[in-house]
């Protein structure tokens, strides 16, 4: 496939992984035999690492409390920027991981139970780490948007009846 | 008390009222109801263009422009007309701003119509040829085109519909409601027969910049010979996605053109000052977004067809604008039925064809200027309600 079908084709399983190769083959104008060659490779070179739901846990009844991390890191001879966030990526508590320009080193997104959770998280197993100088914890209060989607009420299709 | 129908004007009474109207006033009382009825862009106006328009609010340019419009924007439409489509037009004396492309087909066809008058109107297609001619006294002269030829106008069948009264011919393409396109060989041969008579032609090129395919769209005064017959109506509202706005704009022969200003100066003043601005950075910016849109469009369009073809309601394959146009005549219902029952069994509004002219009947429109999760979801309404059909 075309390097331009294959972007169109890994926008398109982006916005919805949920359709089939042959919706894809025919938005993209190839055939199904094709994308499903386009996928396989893709997943096998890691381009496509997953395919997840994007859950609102609000609306169900498991509580969950996410927070955001910023760390200030000072690499030392074992350990450098990616080692550092190599082994704090591991903890499974840790949603995203991201090596960070401008005031602080290393941004953490995380979620658990309780904020208490949370504090003891952070308290016990970053704190802790000897290349961690320090941490400031942000506890999200509200997800507007995740990945793209509104997790908010979107607006309605607002276009009212004209005549045309 | 008043007797109003001894007040109205008969010529309005007697209009009939748009049939997509008619309908989706009926959708809108039901609830979870799936719209493929909307003919306009889902997207919302590309930011940059938003941004002008507030920065020219912020700047206070609040007053009304010149009749024509700006000239800065004449300017630039005159600019974009060349590149795009190789059109040379003088922005001081072919070019004007109207209220959407609607008001410059209306000033086109009052410009030039008078009593007796036929005007030929190439359908199925955008519903208010027909009535602005009957409001001039002039006659409205149906072209059906068909299926079989790609829903194109063909030089036979304006041939056969001229007579010594023709005076103007409305040629709406890319063509709502089919998404049928006109490619340069079939502009020439429309162009031939229109050399050596007096007839006039409004272009209706609204959705130009919704062609799919490698060739671009080509402009009826593009081809030789036509520029002095034609009025161009083009607009904002389909390439840039800004409807709300209101704005068109109408290039042709001066000598029309003049008379057209001088209806808009008596009807309207002038388009709005805050949509001229955020136009000037719309033609200057965001070739770059009408791009994005028809990409996004295309994958839409290929969707929507294969969709509807699998169903087995045969779909003519759309070069241009954002609708399918789906046959349904092997249902053996009238569209109306068709989509009356479709609503009411599925939740899912499409257009009635035969709002588009009689030639309409037994197809419904569909726009696909919508998700694409929005159109997986209608089209399998859709398919439930055929096989429902099929088995009983």
Redesign the interface.
Same mark, same amino acid.
């Given at each position: 496939m075309k390097e331009q079908d294959i972007e169109?084709m890994l926008r398109?399983l982006a916005?919805?992984a949920k359709?089939s190769n042959a919706?894809i083959a025919?938005?993209?104008?190839a055939s199904e035999q094709e994308v499903a060659d386009a996928i396989a490779d893709c997943e096998k070179k890691g381009i496509i690492k997953g395919y997840r739901a994007l859950i609102d846990w609000d609306k169900t009844g498991r509580d969950l409390v996410g927070a955001r991390i910023e760390l200030k890191v000072i690499p030392n001879g074992v350990m450098g920027f990616e080692e550092i966030a190599y082994t704090i990526s591991q903890f499974r508590e840790v949603e995203t991981c991201y090596l960070m320009s401008g005031g602080y080193d290393i941004a953490l997104t995380i979620s658990g139970k309780t904020f208490k959770e949370i504090a003891l998280f952070v308290a016990h197993r970053l704190a802790p780490l000897e290349p961690v100088q320090s941490t400031s914890t942000h506890f999200i209060l509200r997800k507007y948007k995740e990945r793209g989607i509104m997790m908010v009420e979107d607006n309605e299709?607002e276009?009212e009846?004209?005549?045309? | 008390m008043m007797d109003y129908s001894k007040v109205l004007s008969q010529r309005a009474v007697q209009l009939k009222p748009?049939g997509?109207?008619r309908f989706?006033?009926i959708a809108?009382e039901m609830k979870d109801v799936i719209?493929l =009825?909307? =003919?306009?862009p889902?997207f919302k106006t590309p930011w940059s263009i938003r941004r002008a328009g507030i920065e020219s609010l912020e700047k206070g340019h609040t007053w009304y422009t010149a009749n024509a419009g700006l000239i800065a924007l004449r300017t630039e439409i005159s600019n974009y007309l060349s590149r795009r489509f190789s059109l040379d037009y003088d922005p001081k004396q072919e070019v004007f701003i109207t209220v959407g492309g609607s008001e410059a087909i209306d000033l086109c066809i009052r410009a030039i119509v008078e009593p007796g008058d036929e005007v030929l109107v190439v359908e199925p297609s955008?519903?208010?040829y027909d009535p602005i001619t009957r409001l001039t006294g002039g006659i409205p002269v149906p072209i059906a085109t068909k299926a079989e030829d790609s829903f194109r106008l063909t030089a036979q069948q304006l041939q056969a519909a001229i007579t010594p009264k023709t005076k103007l011919l409305i040629l709406p393409f890319p063509n709502?409601p089919t998404g049928g396109i006109m490619r340069r060989r079939h502009l020439e041969e429309i162009a031939e027969v229109l050399r050596g008579t007096d007839i006039m032609v409004l272009s209706d090129e609204i959705y130009a910049e919704l062609t799919y395919g490698d060739e671009r769209h080509v402009s009826f005064a593009s081809i030789e010979g036509m520029k002095e017959r034609t009025i161009v109506v083009n607009g904002f509202s389909k390439a840039y996605a800004m409807t709300g706005w209101r704005l068109g704009y109408a290039a042709g022969p001066e000598p029309v053109i003049k008379q057209m200003v001088k209806l808009h100066q008596f009807a309207i003043m002038c388009a709005p000052t805050t949509s001229q601005y955020a136009a000037i950075e719309a033609l200057r910016h965001c070739d770059p977004d009408i791009e994005r849109m028809r990409?996004e469009y295309d994958?839409?369009r290929?969707?929507v067809v294969?969709g509807f073809n699998r169903i087995g309601m045969t779909c003519f394959e759309p070069e241009g604008a954002f609708y399918v146009f789906p046959s349904i005549r092997k249902t053996g219902m009238t569209s109306n039925e068709f989509c009356m029952k479709l609503l009411e069994a599925e939740h899912v509004a499409v257009v009635p064809g035969d709002a588009f002219g009689q030639s309409g009947e037994g197809f419904v429109r569909v726009s696909y200027s919508y998700s694409?999760?929005h159109l997986?979801e209608a089209l399998k309404r859709i398919e439930r309600f055929i096989h429902t059909l099929e088995n009983n």
């Open positions: 169109k398109l916005d919805n359709l919706q025919t938005m993209i104008g299709d276009r009846v004209t005549s045309l | 748009s997509i109207r989706f006033d809108s719209s =009825g909307v =003919g306009e889902d955008f519903v208010c709502n990409d994958m839409r290929r969707l294969e694409v999760n997986v």
